[in-house]
């Protein structure tokens, strides 16, 4: 298991070295630990092993092609994102790699800023399909769709009312002043004089448990709010 300082760790198979030279020493730039193979059979060794957060793969590959090795990394069931590399630019290519399991498609040449966002984007969707699932009495809330069930009916959130739902359901219990919520969940200097908290906890709250006999949000008079069961 990677402890918790240590970088995420990118495999690059990339069979020009200049390119993956370039791709490598940038990446480690940006703070990631880089693997590199120069051909296709190497880079699937090395992928199948399951220590890569991600993997950069190069369609064009002496000895075994990118899709071969996307074809064989799927249908061994490493489930690491491909981003995959490519010359070619047409819309067939492009859906034959996405069909053979491909995450992303980069045409070259390409901008780094652009890999490295691609690549983010990528880190980020899958560590957002990891996150558990959060569940309060008969409230649900799923972080990696960012739906809010109310048994089964579903809520429509606004950004504000799910970062404010979001913190209580991960503090049930807890009496969360005013300061607390706004430490969390706003992200500009907080005007204590201001009501700004009450009335989306007012909104949240209508929107959660106006027609529920079980009422789930409380006020704690002179102190702030906290979600329980009564």
Request: net charge neutral; no cysteine; glycine share 6%.
């Amino acid at each position: 298991m990677r402890s918790v300082k240590e970088p995420m760790r990118l495999l690059v198979v990339e069979d020009e070295k200049k390119v993956s030279s370039f791709i490598k020493k940038g990446l480690e730039e940006e703070g990631y630990a880089v693997d590199v193979a120069f051909d296709g059979k190497t880079g699937l060794q090395m992928a199948m092993d399951r220590v890569h957060d991600l993997i950069v793969l190069d369609i064009h590959l002496p000895g075994l092609d990118g899709l071969s090795v996307l074809h064989e990394l799927r249908m061994g069931k490493v489930s690491t994102p491909v981003l995959l590399l490519t010359v070619r630019a047409n819309i067939e290519d492009k859906v034959l790699g996405l069909d053979a399991g491909a995450d992303d498609y980069l045409t070259k040449p390409f901008a780094f800023q652009e890999l490295v966002a691609r690549i983010r984007a990528l880190l980020r969707r899958q560590t957002e399909a990891k996150l558990p699932v959060l569940r309060f009495a008969d409230l649900t809330l799923d972080p990696a769709r960012r739906t809010v069930f109310r048994g089964a009916r579903k809520i429509d959130l606004t950004a504000k009312e799910y970062g404010l739902l979001d913190y209580f359901i991960r503090n049930p219990g807890r009496v969360l002043t005013r300061t607390m919520i706004a430490d969390h969940v706003w992200d500009y200097n907080f005007d204590s004089m201001t009501n700004i908290i009450d009335v989306y906890v007012n909104y949240l709250r209508r929107k959660i448990d106006s027609d529920r006999e079980h009422k789930l949000i409380h006020t704690v008079r002179g102190v702030g709010y906290v979600l329980k069961q009564e």
